[in-house]
């Protein structure tokens, strides 16, 4: 018999962890740890439980500085119980405009989203400051250039999640990253190579996407010359429900202006190709054409102000230009920060045009 459980049950939620660091001399950092957790809604029990390994090793060579790090997790997943309606907690995301971040779970409430900053004191809203994406059962995320969020932020996502079948079986997850960081010849140029891929295992089908499995591999390289900042880059993603391939070519610098001001600047061109069979022409790609500029400088001693401009042109899955220009205040007087701003943007979707004012203040005293 199924029951439905309704938001205003209780959710019962234990967790634990126990791990060890060491480090041997400055060139080999090691982890080890043993994790679990168990969340119960009414009838319905989710387990996870595992051990996370991980280890970088650093090494000084005549032409540079070589980063290697390798980290692999299984976890046990364990779905048991009735069919119904649960709230999952405080999922971390990290967010970047270039492709969407999928949630660990399928069959996910859109309207249940609750989505904040890392510390979960700052709310974001869907489609000023993120946009969300359904592939078959499962829900994602992706930042919106030119809202409050920054590009790579962390966010916390709390929603709903409809419970449809048990599941059981491991995931692997397993993540490897290598840079090299050229100190005499070629000064200036870092290479790096990361691949991370998730491999469920003694799962019996993944075929309705409950259960996600994916091999993502970046191949890049920065050049740094005084104040500029050249980065290229070039990713492939291939998993059960969605597989492309993305470029990012930008450029950014950092001044100072009479010593006291700081001005930065990037533009760039982010390109991404589909190869879903389900996308029709005009949705099989997306082009981000991106431009920003900041100024800040001091108030005194203990104040700040900031000025930014952004503008965004993207084509393909979505027409889109986005203007916003915003400016910030704010004092720091021991444990206690005060701001206030205002922040004005347009944005042209399609034949729809919308303009949005939004104007800030903000108090926070450290404990």
Known sequence: MNSRIDISSTVDTKRGEIGLDHRLYQSLDTHLDVHGRQTDFDELTDREWGVTGRLAYRKKTPLGNLLMSYARTLDQIDRSGASGRARYFDESLVLTSSRTQFLANPNVDG??????????????????????????????????????????????????????????????????????????????????????????????????????????QLYGFNYNWRSLTWTEEYETYSSNFTNYDQTLSQLEGFHRVLNTLKWSWQTGLQTVQYHDDDREDGEDHSRILFAGATLNGPVSSRGYWELEARINKETGIIDETFTGVSGRLGM????VKIEAGARLEQRERFDDTRDRAHVFFRFAREF
Not at 119 to 141: S, V
Not at 332 to 335: A, G, N, Q, V
């Open 111 to 216: 309207d249940s989203l609750y989505v904040t900053d890392a510390a979960g004191t700052t709310p974001y809203i869907e489609d000023l400051d993120y946009t969300l994406e359904t592939r078959g059962n499962r829900t994602g995320l992706r930042l919106k250039r030119g809202g409050r969020l920054s590009e790579g932020a962390t966010v916390l996502v709390d929603y709903d999640v409809e419970m449809t079948s048990d599941i059981n079986y491991t995931a692997d997850d397993q993540d490897f990253y290598l840079r090299y960081d050229f100190a005499r010849a070629l000064q200036g140029l870092g290479v790096y190579y990361r691949r991370h891929n998730l491999t469920p295992r003694g799962a019996d089908t993944t075929d309705d996407m409950s259960i996600l499995e994916f091999t993502d």
């Open 332 to 335: 720091r007087w021991r444990k």
